[in-house]
């Protein structure tokens, strides 16, 4: 990715490539070799067969690659990831497959893909992509990645009326300060844009974000020196002419407990002037809130193994893994069940329950807890003292 010199290009919000969107650019060995597009392999002597790709696939494919592997590519992206045969071709000089060193791409620590702006690929989007790779990269019955201009969208299916009063909840998607600066100067806001569900949304679609949602800006430190929050039409825009924090400046999306980060520092604040419906200035499209495919996934819950009667006591056992704290319910006689115990991480598997009736039947479950997220109960394990 490439920091813009006129245009204000939140590009890292949008680097969702699993595949080559960094800003320090992909490796020199990933350049594919041969014409992957005609059906030949790199020698040009082995027919490579069909080109369509497996739905799975293909729905990994353009939730985190082609906002930037499209074609044309956008955001310094290497090549097109849009068909099978693209993946089937060689990188460069490495002797792999371009599917080869983009799954090694996804597992990196330095230079990973998606970039470190980006939350990672999900665990399934991962292992979908892995099997396919595992497997030889065989074809599907879903097709190529049609290549731009990408179908456009309106989520919402309500758009703004171009003959209504003016409001600050006009004109959703169109550049901002490009038309204030003639037409409105007093409201020519510095910072001033439109955040989407997605990343093809049509001209003037009102998109309410979702709970909670904010744009911050941040100075070349790091800090937040403005957050901005979205009104219903998905319009965002702060309340002064001039910038009021240091410039250059970042920014970042946050939505539904992930955020998309910028790294390019930028020195314009008109948003829609590159992310237009198909992007431009080497934007892949729409500034887009994060998704939930975005967030961390929830943890395994632990497994209950047995529950032991110690005279007046029951031990209780479990196995669990990458968990903050153990949350343990407990019900007794078939009730309702409630939590009695909050333990420490995955270090912790056994505790022993005061019990008090042999007559009474006690029921354990537990929920594993990382990150503030917890999953789903456990199995469940009865016993007597």
């Known amino acids: 990715m490439r920091a813009r010199k006129t245009a204000f290009s939140l590009l890292p919000f949008l680097l969702v490539s699993a595949f080559g969107c960094t800003s320090e650019g992909p490796p020199s060995d990933d350049a594919p070799q041969g014409a992957s597009s005609t059906g030949q392999a790199p020698d040009g002597g082995v027919d490579l067969g069909p080109n369509e790709l497996p739905c799975d696939v293909r729905e990994v494919l353009e939730e985190i690659c082609v906002s930037c592997h499209a074609s044309p590519v ?5 090549m097109p990831l849009l068909t099978r045969h693209d993946f089937l071709a060689l990188s460069g000089d490495s002797g792999k497959t371009v599917g080869e060193r983009s799954l090694e791409r996804m597992h990196l620590a330095v230079a990973p893909m998606p970039p470190l702006s980006e939350p990672p690929a999900s665990p399934k989007q991962m292992a979908v992509f892995e099997q396919w790779v595992a497997a030889g990269m065989p074809a599907g019955t879903c097709g190529a990645i049609p290549e731009k201009p990408a179908e456009t969208t309106c989520a919402s299916g309500k758009t703004w009326d171009t003959n209504a009063t003016p409001t600050a909840q006009m004109n959703p998607g169109l550049a901002c300060r490009a038309c204030h600066k003639t037409q409105a100067s007093d409201f020519n806001y510095f910072f ?4 989407f569900p997605a990343f093809h949304e049509k001209d003037l679609c009102m998109s309410p974000p979702p709970p909670g949602a904010k744009v911050e800006i941040l100075d070349a430190m790091g800090k937040v020196t ?3 929050t979205p009104n219903a039409a998905g319009n965002f825009m702060s309340s002064a002419i001039v910038a009021g924090v240091p410039i250059p400046y970042s920014a970042r999306l946050v939505a539904n407990g992930v955020t998309r980060s910028m790294n390019a520092p930028q020195t314009d604040g008109d948003c829609n002037k590159c992310h237009t419906e198909q992007g431009t200035e080497g934007a892949p499209g729409r500034l887009v809130w994060p998704r939930a495919y975005d967030a961390p996934p929830p ?5 209950l193994d047995q529950v032991i009667p110690m005279g007046d006591a029951l031990h209780v056992t479990w196995t669990a893994t990458g968990c903050d704290k153990i949350l343990l319910y407990r019900n007794e006689g078939g009730g309702a069940f409630s939590l009695v115990y ?4 995955s270090t912790v598997e056994q505790h022993d329950d005061g019990a008090y009736s042999s007559a009474t039947v006690y029921c354990y479950r537990a929920q594993c807890k990382a990150g503030g997220v917890s999953s789903v109960d456990s199995n469940e394990v009865c016993g007597s003292p």
């Open 226 to 228: 403005m957050t901005l």
């Open 299 to 303: 943890p395994l819950p632990p497994v």
């Open 74 to 78: 956008a955001a310094g992206a290497p």
């Open 342 to 345: 909050t333990l420490g991480g």
């Open 192 to 195: 001033m844009g439109t955040v």
